[in-house]
């Protein structure tokens, strides 16, 4: 079969999870396509749905869903009735409305969803001093799981296979981006006064172009926060400040203490 992989991914943990996924696949004998759509120009970028013989979509779970921008770029598609399998990798706290979002998404831009699964990545405000979620995850556990997701969604893009999963009980609004919410707003990126090699990769690279390379600062009212300046910056002058605090604070509310993440588990939807 030829398949394509498309992600967003901002830390690399779903890229991870997508190479892993193309590791398996390729194993057995299937030929695969890798795509990030992170760079606003990658997400421009015209497909012909049935070059390929199924798709796979894997995105992080943002604020319980994915990515407005993954969201955006859904609505561009049309998938020709072809079959298709999506994953998503969250940071052990909760997937709200990812699973039916994109389900009803991806529907609409007429795909079969066959198969879905959640997998627990570190989560991207690691990258901060003071934050620590679910780091070293996915671990073999989860990995086994990805690699079962991945052999299940061949068995289901055979021609005859019937499966298919249904989430359609579910009403979609459009995300509202509130950007006044005081507890994020530690969480936006700058250069600070650090000087650097000036590459110019945090603004290409920036999902939503709110990066500024000379002056070192995000647009605030574009950034969503993914943590992806931080991640790429070679000479690693991105930051944001010290969440220690905030940290508390957030696995007070949501009860993740780290027995109750240990035990936090990816799963497959059938
Ligand atoms: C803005 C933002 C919002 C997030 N919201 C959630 C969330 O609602 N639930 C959760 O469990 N993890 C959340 N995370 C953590 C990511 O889903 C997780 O770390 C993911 O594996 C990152 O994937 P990536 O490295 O491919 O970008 C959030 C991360 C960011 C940057
Ligand atoms: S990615 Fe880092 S080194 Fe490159 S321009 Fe941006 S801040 Fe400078
Ligand atoms: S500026 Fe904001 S949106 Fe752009 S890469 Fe950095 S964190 Fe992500």
């Known amino acids: 079969m030829n398949i ?34 992170i760079t ?16 796979i979509f ?4 943002f604020e319980g869903r994915p990515p407005t921008v993954a969201e955006e770029w859904m609505r561009t598609l049309d998938g020709k009735g072809q ?25 609409q831009a007429n795909f079969q969803v066959v198969l879905s699964a959640e997998f627990i990545g570190k989560h991207s405000f690691n990258v901060a001093k003071g934050w620590c979620l679910a780091e070293g995850r996915p671990n073999q556990l989860d990995l086994d799981i990805v690699k079962e997701f991945a052999l299940q969604s061949i068995k289901r893009f055979q021609k005859n296979s019937k499966f298919s999963i249904d989430l ?7 995300k509202e981006t509130i950007k006044t919410h005081k507890f994020w707003a530690n969480f936006y990126p700058s250069r ?46 991105i930051h944001i400040g010290e969440v220690s605090q905030l940290f508390k604070k957030f ?9 109750v993440v240990e035990q936090k588990r990816s799963k497959i939807i059938f």
């Not at 606003?40 to 798709?55: G, K, N, T, V, W």
């Not at 359609?168 to 459009?174: C, G, H, I, N, R």
């Not at 696995?251 to 027995?259: F, K």
Request: net charge negative; proline share 4%.
């Open 4 to 37: 394509i992989i498309f992600y967003f991914s901002a830390t690399g943990i779903t890229e991870t999870i997508s190479n892993y996924i193309a590791a398996i696949l390729k194993k057995e004998g299937n030929s695969v396509k890798l795509k990030n759509i």
């Open 40 to 55: 606003p120009d990658s997400r421009q970028s015209q497909f012909d749905f049935l070059e390929f013989d199924a798709y």
């Open 192 to 237: 600070g006064k650090d000087d650097c090699s000036m590459c110019y990769l945090c603004e290409k690279e920036c999902p939503v172009k709110a990066f500024d390379a000379i002056s070192g600062e995000t647009n605030r009212e574009l950034c969503i926060q993914c943590m992806h300046c931080i991640t790429i910056c070679p000479d690693k002058v």
């Open 168 to 174: 359609s009980e579910f009403t979609y609004k459009p």
């Open 251 to 259: 696995i007070d509310r949501w009860g993740l203490t780290e027995d």
């Open 83 to 107: 079959k298709c399998s999506m994953f998503f990798t969250y940071g052990a706290r909760d997937l709200e409305w990812a699973h039916q979002v994109t389900y009803y998404l991806l529907t």
């Open 58 to 61: 894997g995105f992080p779970v």
